[in-house]
């Protein structure tokens, strides 16, 4: 049940909507709906988007996922003044899907809630009237109303934080351990149980009932859902509560043994020995039940352990069955003559292509030598028939050195005392033969490139 005072710790707790102190506006959103929604559009979404988002803002500051029609009014309250269509807002949001009964949100869970779900429950006993039977959009009251995104927030913090608490291995807790370790993100038992019954939804928890106590099993790490609880489970449970039950009364019996320890000690200072010597006696009773007890407790533990050793072993030995089903699979057209046959072909192909990559290097050897034998016989040839194209009319080559350059004035003088002398016979050349081979004469000394000289006394002489 929501708190009776929560009209006025939302008031004083959630910042309300600037609107809210303008008097012209929330006079508006404080009318009523009409009755048809067309007659003007614009005006009822804005109303309606107004109340709802404040709704879910107000039960999200609060981490509350349910409301009722009762204490929306006492929330909204205004200037002594409620909204008159709060009801027309939850009918609407019920419609849409954004909250739902909560009658109707157990009664979604696939399981048997009626076997834990209303002991649970913090509330009323749910009254199964004829209106809520037939689905009456009529709303009470004090009826319940469970919002889908907050239960789903919610919800989800809960797995958080099992999975992130120091008993995460443990598959089963009980619903008071889990109150206990939720209290954080749950605000009340009914919060806590709305977040269960998501989760039992979503397939992530489990909640049944054994000897009289509600047990809660999470699905664990790798799972896409909760298994049922086993016998197993319940065999785990029951150890785990007794070495929880058995640390506690270890440690109590050693509170009680200092205590007997201190009280003989100061008896002994009043100079009561026999007292002190009684309660020296009850201190060794004590320790002797502390350590009996702690080897059960040890007992329980090694036992534990071992049961934890076999769950491993039993993932590693499903490991190993998927692992030689794959094998098999994957080997299963493959046979060691197959193999053997295999690898004989792939031998003699290598062997074939080294022979035909042998014949293949051969021949182009001897093209080769072929083509080098013929390319000789060509070159001497044309060495032995080299001297017959030499002309036989050419000057002998003079060889006495030419005299170096002395003056740049006088290099033409030297250059032709340097030349043979000229021929007297007569060579049958035309003249225009001879100024053609005159323009191809040039004379150069020492790198040096000198004009053409026309030798005059030739063209005399032919002419």
């Known amino acids: 049940m929501v708190p009776s005072n929560l009209g006025e710790e939302m008031s004083t707790e959630v910042a309300l909507p600037p609107e809210w102190e303008d008097d012209e506006r929330m006079n508006f ?11 003007s559009t614009t005006d009822w979404d804005s109303k309606m988007d107004f109340w709802t988002s404040l709704i879910l803002k107000i039960c999200r500051s609060r981490g509350t996922v349910c409301v009722n029609l009762q204490e929306l009014n006492k929330i909204f309250q205004r200037k002594g003044i409620m909204p008159l269509g709060l009801a027309t807002v939850i009918q609407c949001m019920a419609r849409c899907g954004k909250i739902q009964r909560e009658s109707e949100f157990a009664t979604n869970v696939d399981c048997g809630w009626v076997s834990w779900g209303v002991g649970l429950l913090l509330v009323k006993p749910l009254k199964w009237t004829f209106s809520t039977l037939i689905g009456s959009s009529g709303v009470t009251l004090k009826e319940l109303f469970v919002v889908i995104e907050l239960v789903k927030e919610k919800a989800a913090e809960l797995l958080g934080v099992y999975r992130s608490s120091p008993v995460a291995n443990h598959s089963l807790l009980s619903f008071q351990e889990l109150r206990t370790l939720s209290s954080h993100v749950c605000v009340d038992e009914s919060t806590l149980c709305m977040a269960l019954l998501q989760l039992q939804r979503e397939k992530q928890v489990t909640v049944s009932l054994h000897g009289g106590e509600k047990i809660v099993k999470f699905s664990q790490p790798g799972q896409n859902h909760v298994s049922p609880v086993s016998d197993v489970d319940l065999g785990i449970y029951q150890l785990q509560r007794s070495e929880r039950l058995l640390e506690e009364r270890v440690d109590a ?3 009680e043994a200092e205590k007997y320890k201190e009280e003989a ?3 002994l200072r009043e100079g009561k020995k026999s007292q002190a ?9 004590v320790e002797k039940k502390a350590d009996h007890l702690y080897a059960q407790l040890e007992n329980v533990k090694g036992i ?38 295999l690898v004989d072909q792939i031998q003699e192909l290598c062997d074939t292509q080294d022979e035909v990559n042998q014949i293949l290097a051969g021949g182009a050897l001897n093209s080769t030598d072929a083509d ?15 001297n017959l194209d030499e002309p036989s009319t ?36 035309t003249g225009d033969e001879l100024d053609k081979a005159r323009s191809c004469i040039t004379l150069a000394d020492t790198g040096v490139q000198q004009k053409k000289t026309k030798i005059s006394y030739l063209s005399s002489e032919e002419g």
Do not use: M, W
Request: charged share 25%; with cysteine.
């Open 29 to 39: 959103l404080f009318s009523d709906f009409k009755e048809n929604r067309d007659v």
């Open 265 to 267: 000690r100061v008896l």
């Open 394 to 429: 050419l000057p002998e080559v003079p060889s006495h050195p030419l005299s170096p350059v002395r003056e740049s004035g006088s290099l033409c003088d030297d250059l032709l005392s340097a030349l043979p002398s000229v021929p007297q016979n007569h060579f049958n050349i």
């Open 372 to 386: 080098t034998d013929g390319l000789e016989d060509e070159l001497r040839f044309l060495l032995e028939n080299s």
């Open 253 to 255: 019996l050693g509170l």
């Open 304 to 341: 534990l352990d071992k049961i934890a050793n076999s769950q491993t072993d039993k993932l590693v030995i499903q490991a190993y069955q998927a692992g030689v089903s794959a094998l098999r699979l994957s080997l299963k057209d493959v046979t060691v003559e197959g193999a053997e046959s």
């Open 277 to 285: 010597l009684r309660c020296l006696r009850s201190r060794k009773r």
